[in-house]
């Protein structure tokens, strides 16, 4: 989930208002957002206290559709209008560079202090930024993690594996063991979308190759992209990775998992709660741990609309949102991760510390575009990894000359 989180992405409008303290009678703030995962949504109690605590001011909030191609549409028609119809927008950490390029975003720099975004993770600062400024603030965090059958692992005296190769060594002998043959070795997300290119930009850093460099070059070490990728392709060839994987997003391969018929997943953070329900056939037997090279950087931050009309109470609701007692709050109801270390459970904090942003550019939607189909017609085998992704360095080389960074 892109990220689903690979996934969430929040709207926030203010229809009118001034600053906090010295607001009208009367002044409504209209918070637009996706829904929250879960049943238990925080956001109506934290509106609450925002009000509470700015007196003459009511904010309503109303959902976006859950797809994140849907949800960015909407901003881009939105902002591209100019219009000053929301105010505060929860923006995808891959969306942020992109708007903050085309003159969507206020500058934060001078208004968030530099002591304060110490206290955040690296990676969630890094990705609030461009040129140097600051255009949003980090607010809920994801990062790819690794799940294993704890149980079936230690019946081979395996501990978790440190390396993709490791991985799948791990899973053809557990697999070969096990009494039901339906037993599948490692499922992750194939389909032709956003997953699939954070899926294969993990495989690409656990060898060290980088999609692009810092220069701006795409695909450098070319070679090591198509190992990467036909190692993913043999995944599915030798039966290690069920072919269900080629259709499969983050809700699939989790209930896949969750049902009991795979040892290892690559997911996000939010399906570690699902596996411990009551319910669940794999409660008490499921490991998590960090993916070999680290797992791709997910989640989303709060942004102010250039064009909005009360710049400091927009301001002063990211504040309220992004401040400890909000995040923490957050992840008790719905299990969406602060962006500080210090409210993270010790467990998670050295995985968390080592996500890894995806590509850092005003372009990276169509970075991803021009990626899914080679990776997917790579993966699938209808193109070989090595001729499909020289085809996609000269498509992106011509589109990024003279644009990076920008």
């Known amino acids: 989930m892109v990220t689903r989180l690979g996934g969430l992405a929040l709207v926030v409008l203010l229809v009118a208002g001034c600053g906090g303290g010295g607001a009208p009678p009367g002044v409504e703030l209209v918070f637009r957002h996706s829904r929250m995962p879960g049943q238990d949504d925080p956001l109506p109690r934290l509106l609450r206290g925002f009000e509470r605590e700015h007196p003459g001011v009511r904010v309503t909030h109303e959902p976006l559709p859950w797809t994140a191609d849907v949800q960015h549409q909407f901003y881009v028609i939105n902002l591209e209008g100019r219009a000053a119809g929301f105010d505060v927008l929860m923006v995808d950490v891959i969306w942020t560079a992109e708007f903050a390029r085309a003159g969507w975003l206020l500058d934060l720099t001078d208004r968030w202090p530099a002591a304060e975004r110490g206290e955040h993770f690296e ?147 939010y399906a570690r709660r699902l596996f411990e329900r009551p319910t669940s056939a794999v409660r008490g037997r499921v490991g998590v741990t960090a993916l070999p090279g680290g797992g791709a950087l997910g989640g989303a931050h709060l942004a102010i609309n250039r064009a909005t009309h009360h710049p400091e109470l927009a301001w002063q609701l990211v504040r309220f949102l992004t401040s400890d007692r909000a995040q923490l709050a957050i992840a008790e109801a719905v299990g969406l991760h602060p962006t500080k270390p210090k409210l993270l459970e010790p467990a998670l904090r050295s995985i968390f510390a080592a996500a890894r942003p995806r590509p850092i550019t005003p372009w990276y939607q169509t970075l991803s575009a021009t990626m899914q189909p080679v990776f997917s017609a790579a993966i699938t085998g209808v193109t070989p990894p090595r001729d499909a992704l020289a085809t996609a360095r000269l498509q992106l080389e011509y589109f990024l000359a003279d644009r990076w960074p920008q």
């Open 123 to 269: 990676a969630t600062v890094a990705t609030a930024m461009l040129d140097g400024r600051v255009w949003a603030v980090p607010w809920v965090m994801n990062v790819g993690l690794l799940y294993y059958r704890s149980d079936l692992l230690d019946a081979s005296g395996f501990a978790p594996p440190r390396s993709y190769e490791e991985l799948a060594h791990q899973a053809r002998v557990v697999m070969e063991r096990a009494a039901d043959r339906r037993l599948g070795g490692f499922v992750w997300q194939g389909r032709q979308y956003e997953g699939l290119v954070v899926n294969v930009l993990e495989e690409l850093w656990a060898r060290g190759v980088e999609l692009v460099a810092t220069n701006g070059r795409v695909l450098v070490d070319l070679d090591g992209a198509a190992a990467a990728l036909g190692f993913r392709r043999r995944l599915l060839t030798d039966g290690i990775s069920p072919s269900l994987v080629t259709g499969a997003d983050e809700e699939q391969t989790r209930r896949e998992f969750g049902a009991g018929r795979a040892v290892f997943l690559r997911n996000w953070p």
